[in-house]
């Protein structure tokens, strides 16, 4: 069946250095690519998505490039802030229904 | 633009107690679900609704409820609470897809339950 696996946490950095959370995917067909994040004692919020293959997902800083050679959606940011601390969700949506999968969640805390 | 909206955020519960978690959003989605959120575990989903008047099972439906009565809400059911369902609910609603184009989902802020 469907699934999302992404590498797992918790990862700490310091600010300012680069981040990458790998997360991989199985699915039939050409599902859509998401990223949530969920900032402490809130839901979880829409980052970013890729809807086809070599699309590529930005907002805030963050960056996922939507790979089907390598069933793979990695999440990248250049310089990360504190801010960024929170855990980050990937999640695929088979574009024949309209579940979504989730990756088990990769806490992620920037310290000064 | 309240978006989805749960109630209660947090609730103590003993074992064999009842209770209904709330969800409504004011979005005019067709879709909405209930997923339950696990330390370590990702989100599963217990329950889901394409549209008033029908529901539907997810991953972890035993011991849990809904009803899809009006677009806005879709309340979930808790009737025997046992210390497994010990977790944090969220509930989400989306508009669907268009075509190729998934709009994603909206989370409410979650309901943290704890059976003792």
């Known amino acids: 069946g469907d699934s999302v696996t992404q590498m797992e946490g918790p990862v700490t950095l310091s600010e300012e250095a680069f981040l990458t959370i790998n997360c991989t995917y199985t699915?039939?067909?050409?599902?859509?690519l998401f990223w949530y994040v969920q900032y402490p004692g809130e839901g979880l919020q829409l980052l970013l998505k890729?809807?086809?293959?070599?699309d590529k997902g930005s907002n805030k800083g963050f960056e996922a490039t939507y790979r089907k050679e390598t069933t793979s959606f990695h999440l990248e940011k250049g310089s990360v802030q504190v801010s960024d601390s929170a855990v980050y969700f990937c999640?695929?949506?088979?574009?024949?229904?309209?579940?979504?999968?989730f990756g088990t969640g990769t806490s992620l805390t920037v310290i000064p | 633009n309240a978006g989805v909206t749960q109630t209660p955020k947090f609730r103590i519960l003993k074992i064999g107690q009842s209770m209904t978690l709330q969800c409504t959003q004011d979005?005019?989605?067709?879709?909405m679900y209930w997923y339950r959120q696990d330390p370590g575990m990702g989100l599963k989903l217990i329950y889901y609704?394409?549209?008033?008047?029908?529901?539907d099972k997810g991953e972890v439906p035993n011991g849990y409820n809904v009803s899809r009565s009006t677009t806005e809400d879709f309340p979930l059911r808790l009737e025997l609470a046992a210390p497994s369902q010990t977790s944090v609910y969220f509930c989400?609603?989306?508009?669907?897809?268009?075509?190729?184009?998934?709009?994603?989902?909206?989370f409410g802020s979650g309901t943290r339950l704890t059976v003792v």
């Open positions: 890729a809807t086809k293959a070599d």
């Open positions: 609704s394409v549209g008033a008047g029908i529901t």
């Open positions: 989400a609603s989306s508009a669907g897809m268009t075509g190729a184009r998934h709009y994603g989902y909206t």
């Open positions: 999640a695929l949506s088979r574009n024949t229904g309209n579940q979504f999968y």
């Open positions: 979005m005019n989605h067709n879709y």
């Open positions: 699915a039939t067909g050409y599902p859509s």
